[in-house]
């Protein structure tokens, strides 16, 4: 009967150990992939001037931009398209 209850204890110290351990490499796992992503942030991203379409009237940056004739444009077809 103690054998019994020995391997039973056994049995038990080995599942609380294997669930502690599960659970400290799940947690590392989660650090690790936390830590090689960069957060996105305001801070870190540069701001840039936005512009207005003369066709359609929409925002976009300046970078996004078609300057053609003096005049920004969200796209060459509106450029071809001309102000509304």
Known sequence: MRFFLFIILIIILMLAIRMF???????????????????ATRQNQASEAMVQCAHCHIHLPRSEACLINGKTWCSEEHARLGQK
């Not at 659970?23 to 936390?34: G, P, T, Y």
């Open 21 to 39: 351990a599960g659970r400290v490499q799940a947690l590392f796992k989660n650090m690790q992939s936390n830590a090689s992503q960069p957060p």
